[in-house]
């Protein structure tokens, strides 16, 4: 859900004396930089993708980047989307955990132009034609970024030999509500969505030029980022940019999502509150002002895309009812839901009471087994939005694609002490190599990231996560439905949960 940016987070290597790599885009030559940790991996950082979304520009729908002769430098990030430091906190609160100071963690620069994507890859060179991960942050739709230390893709791009994209995207009110004074969606709604698949546009016409192959894209995401991922399965704006796709722990949107009438009433409320009586007076007011107004909004507006009859016609889960048609890596971690919660029976109770009457007696003894509200939230929690909607995703896969499933559990020392268990978010590191200096890694660790580095690049190569050397990884099957457990054993097993999430899909997911 979270990453994070801070100083220092990575350690100052000499480069060698090399000319910075070059790429030529249709005539304006993109310089970047060697990797400092990998020196044989580009990365050209802050391309534009949009024109800055800032004023006429502003709450419309993007503006492609055109190629312009002359040199751009791309060797600094631009701007994190305009946010404030939830995503730092967040980061503050995990560390805590682990012994990390807080000012371990800083925030970048945030500002509304940052409509950039960030290329990491071992062979800058056309005809090299490498398999393309294009990556959708995550942070709730109204933070994170898209250059947070475990995204940088050096060490995966270069052991996978696979070329990493990843994308900033307008977050929050700027990002994922409509406008209050637009009488149909006219361009105004989704717009994060709509940046990312200008996103995928860029990487569909230019990534070749940086050593990608068009025709292999795979778009992937965590928390937010893989709810959005699951939008753009749906969104027939998106077809044709993509070849498969990965979800971590981003199924909670086939729960249900705002409607488009409900969002335009958040901003109807919002645009009273800062005194804005029209859509030039909406786009005139100050961010800070915008973003206050929605942060101090009650109750706290739901950042999704919402079905707006054109970008997303219909909700995600109507798509996985018609089938995928792409091949899928998805899964969920063992304890998504335990940082959120607390030891509160009261909690458990209201958590329970939402959902239908007939799951509602079936899941109580489940999760009170042990006596603990905390751990009976987050089994429950965990279920609901991660692990049986990821299932369900993998169910949706129609033949001949394939769908992957995983569960991963891996406690890392330090969370099993703090109770933290297999927190939403943990895997991300043990996929792109990024573990931080605050995390403790051991040998176990460092063999699990070599080994799930090494499934999502065969994924992305070839849509199948296996490769020699490496234990097998069946293909789900819903008659005898396997997943792979990435923890201290790598092996396939029954799918956790398996009966109970086939027992309440279809009224726990309305419309799968």
Same mark, same amino acid.
């Given at each position: 859900?979270?990453?994070?940016?801070?100083?220092?987070?990575?350690?100052?290597?000499?480069?060698?004396?090399?000319?910075?790599?070059?790429?030529? !885009?249709?005539?304006?030559? +993109?310089?970047?930089?060697?990797?400092?940790?990998?020196?044989?991996?580009?990365?050209?950082?802050?391309?534009?993708?949009?024109?800055?979304?800032? &004023?006429?520009?502003?709450?419309?729908?993007?503006?492609?980047?055109?190629?312009?002769?002359?040199?751009?430098?791309?060797?600094?990030?631009?701007? &994190?989307?305009?946010?404030?430091?939830?995503?730092?906190?967040?980061?503050?609160?995990?560390?805590?955990?682990?012994? %990390?100071?807080?000012?371990?963690? +800083?925030?970048?620069?945030?500002?509304?132009?940052?409509?950039?994507?960030?290329?990491?890859?071992?062979?800058?060179?056309?005809?090299?034609?490498?398999?393309?991960?294009?990556?959708?942050?995550? *942070?709730?739709?109204?933070?994170?970024?898209?250059?947070?230390?475990?995204?940088?893709?050096?060490?995966?791009?270069?052991?996978?030999? +696979?070329?990493?994209?990843?994308?900033?995207?307008?977050?929050?009110?700027?990002?994922?509500?409509?406008?209050?004074?637009?009488?149909?969606?006219?361009?105004?709604?989704?717009?994060?969505?709509?940046?990312?698949? @200008?996103?995928?546009?860029?990487?569909?016409?230019?990534? %070749?030029?940086?050593?990608?192959?068009?025709?292999? !894209?795979?778009?992937?995401?965590?928390?937010?980022?893989? @709810?959005?991922?699951?939008?753009?399965?749906?969104?027939?704006?998106?077809? *044709?940019?993509? @070849?498969?796709?990965?979800?971590?722990?981003?199924?909670?949107?086939?729960? *249900?999502?705002?409607?488009?009438?409900?969002?335009?009433?958040?901003?109807?409320?919002?645009?009273?509150?800062?005194?804005?009586?029209?859509?030039?007076?909406?786009?005139?007011?100050?961010?800070?002002?915008?973003?206050?107004?929605?942060?101090?909004?009650?109750?706290?507006?739901?950042?999704?895309?919402? !079905?707006?009859?054109?970008?997303?016609?219909?909700?995600?889960?109507?798509?996985?009812?018609?089938?995928?048609?792409?091949?899928?890596?998805?899964?969920?971690?063992?304890?998504?839901?335990?940082?959120?919660?607390?030891?509160?029976?009261?909690?458990?109770?209201?958590?329970?009471?939402?959902?239908?009457?007939?799951?509602?007696?079936?899941?109580?003894?489940?999760?009170?087994?042990?006596?603990?509200?905390?751990?009976?939230?987050?089994?429950? &929690?965990?279920?609901?939005?991660? &692990?049986?909607?990821?299932?369900?995703?993998?169910?949706?896969?129609?033949?001949?694609?394939? %769908?992957?499933?995983?569960?991963?559990?891996?406690?890392?020392?330090?969370?099993?002490?703090?109770?933290?268990?297999?927190?939403?978010?943990?895997?991300?590191?043990?996929?792109?190599?990024?573990?931080?200096?605050?995390?403790?890694?051991?040998?176990?660790?460092?063999?699990?990231?070599?080994?799930?580095?090494?499934?999502?690049?065969?994924?992305?190569?070839?849509?199948?996560?296996?490769?020699?050397?490496?234990?097998?990884?069946?293909?789900?099957?819903?008659?005898?439905?396997?997943?792979?457990?990435?923890?201290?054993? !790598?092996?396939?097993?029954?799918?956790?949960?398996?009966?109970?999430?086939?027992?309440?899909?279809?009224?726990?997911?309305? *419309?799968?």
């Amino acid at each position: 859900m979270r990453r994070r940016y801070w100083a220092g987070a990575l350690p100052f290597l000499v480069t060698l004396a090399l000319a910075a790599p070059r790429v030529d !885009v249709r005539g304006t030559i +993109v310089e970047g930089r060697w990797n400092r940790d990998v020196p044989a991996v580009a990365e050209f950082l802050s391309v534009p993708y949009a024109l800055p979304p800032v &004023g006429a520009r502003r709450f419309a729908a993007p503006v492609a980047w055109l190629p312009e002769a002359g040199i751009r430098r791309a060797d600094a990030f631009a701007a &994190g989307c305009y946010q404030d430091d939830y995503n730092t906190r967040w980061y503050q609160q995990v560390g805590a955990y682990f012994g %990390a100071p807080s000012a371990t963690f +800083v925030d970048p620069p945030f500002s509304e132009d940052c409509l950039y994507l960030n290329v990491w890859t071992p062979r800058p060179d056309p005809t090299a034609r490498l398999p393309v991960l294009v990556w959708f942050h995550g *942070g709730s739709n109204k933070a994170g970024w898209s250059f947070e230390p475990n995204y940088q893709g050096a060490r995966f791009a270069a052991r996978g030999q +696979v070329l990493l994209v990843t994308v900033g995207y307008r977050l929050g009110v700027f990002g994922f509500l409509p406008d209050p004074f637009a009488a149909g969606s006219e361009g105004t709604v989704n717009l994060g969505l709509q940046d990312q698949i @200008a996103a995928l546009r860029y990487v569909r016409r230019f990534i %070749a030029a940086y050593g990608g192959d068009p025709t292999r !894209v795979t778009i992937a995401g965590e928390s937010a980022g893989g @709810a959005d991922v699951l939008a753009l399965l749906a969104s027939p704006d998106a077809q *044709g940019l993509y @070849a498969r796709a990965i979800i971590e722990s981003g199924g909670y949107n086939l729960r *249900g999502a705002p409607s488009l009438s409900d969002q335009r009433a958040v901003s109807q409320k919002l645009a009273h509150s800062v005194g804005a009586r029209s859509s030039q007076e909406w786009r005139d007011r100050p961010s800070a002002a915008l973003f206050l107004a929605a942060k101090n909004a009650e109750p706290a507006p739901y950042f999704l895309p919402v !079905v707006d009859g054109r970008v997303l016609p219909h909700e995600p889960a109507l798509q996985l009812k018609r089938g995928l048609s792409v091949d899928v890596l998805v899964g969920s971690n063992a304890n998504e839901s335990l940082l959120y919660v607390t030891e509160s029976t009261a909690a458990l109770d209201r958590m329970i009471a939402e959902l239908p009457t007939e799951v509602q007696s079936d899941v109580r003894p489940w999760v009170e087994h042990d006596g603990s509200a905390r751990h009976a939230q987050d089994t429950l &929690g965990s279920f609901l939005d991660m &692990g049986c909607s990821a299932e369900t995703v993998a169910a949706a896969v129609r033949s001949p694609h394939r %769908a992957y499933l995983y569960r991963f559990n891996r406690v890392r020392r330090g969370a099993a002490q703090a109770g933290l268990g297999a927190y939403h978010g943990a895997e991300i590191p043990y996929v792109f190599n990024t573990h931080d200096a605050w995390l403790p890694t051991d040998d176990t660790d460092r063999q699990l990231t070599q080994t799930m580095g090494d499934y999502w690049a065969a994924f992305v190569t070839s849509g199948n996560p296996n490769r020699p050397g490496l234990p097998t990884w069946p293909a789900y099957d819903s008659d005898r439905a396997q997943a792979q457990l990435l923890g201290d054993t !790598v092996i396939s097993q029954p799918a956790p949960d398996h009966a109970r999430c086939l027992q309440h899909r279809a009224r726990l997911y309305p *419309g799968v």
